[in-house]
């Protein structure tokens, strides 16, 4: 009973360099969520979809990028890491466009930009 | 816009203490309402939700009321455990627009028992 998978659990990246965090989901929900957790600062919306294709901009979209290919997965791209992007990652998805609608998160990507 | 205030913390209590974390909400409209958990080196998982005006959800002994009047959803325990060591987090989710909807979060409160 997987739910939200996310890959890598931890990364160590140089100033500049690029990566790709990758989730994926196997419980057929059509929206997923891209959030950034720092200290003292809650969940913050970077991205979200919709559904496949679909990708729209949350709250801080700045520096990163997203993509929706297929149903069960969606991709966070970092294209030029900076310092400001050490954070821990966290997906999520849901069923669908409900208020009453939890998400359902994964466990997390450390990542730290030297 | 949207927002969420939860009590800050850190909390300290002993076991078998009662928890109280406070939150309020400014929505436009008339939201869900959640608490989420975050356990040590893991991800949020939901606690308890509530849907409209006085549902009452319940969870694992926790409980919080959806008080429209207050715009609080605060949460309470009658008798914590070493086990409910975590991070708590209040959040609303609201319709943004056609079949969109945000989850808008609270900063969290970190709860600690000790034995």
């Known amino acids: 009973n997987a739910g939200v998978t996310q890959t890598p659990k931890f990364r160590v990246l140089k100033t500049g360099q690029s990566m790709t965090l990758l989730c994926a989901q196997d419980m057929n929900h059509e929206y997923m969520y891209w959030y950034r957790q720092d200290p003292g600062m809650g969940l913050r919306l970077i991205h979200y979809?919709?559904?496949?294709?679909?990708?729209a901009k949350g709250e801080v979209p700045d520096g990163y990028n997203v993509s929706r290919l297929k149903k069960q997965n969606f991709l966070l791209g970092l294209e030029s890491a900076a310092p400001s992007q050490t954070s821990v990652y966290f997906c999520?998805?849901?069923?669908?466009?409900?208020?009453?609608?939890?998400?359902?998160f994964g466990d997390g990507t450390r990542l730290s930009i030297l | 816009g949207d927002s969420v205030t939860q009590m800050e913390g850190p909390v300290t209590l002993s076991e078998e203490a009662f928890l109280t974390i406070n939150c309020t909400y400014t929505a436009t409209g008339y939201p869900s309402l959640f608490w989420y958990v975050q356990y040590p080196g893991e991800g949020l998982q939901l606690l308890l939700k509530a849907t409209k005006a006085d549902d009452k959800g319940s969870n694992k002994g926790f409980e919080a009321t959806y008080r429209k009047e207050t715009t609080s959803f605060h949460l309470e325990k009658g008798s914590v455990q070493v086990s409910d060591s975590a991070v708590y987090f209040c959040a609303l989710s609201l319709n943004s627009g056609g079949s969109n909807y945000k989850l808008t979060f609270g900063k969290g409160t970190l709860l600690t028992v000790n034995p």
């Open positions: 979809s919709v559904g496949e294709g679909t990708t």
């Open positions: 999520a998805s849901s069923p669908q466009g409900y208020s009453n609608q939890p998400q359902h």
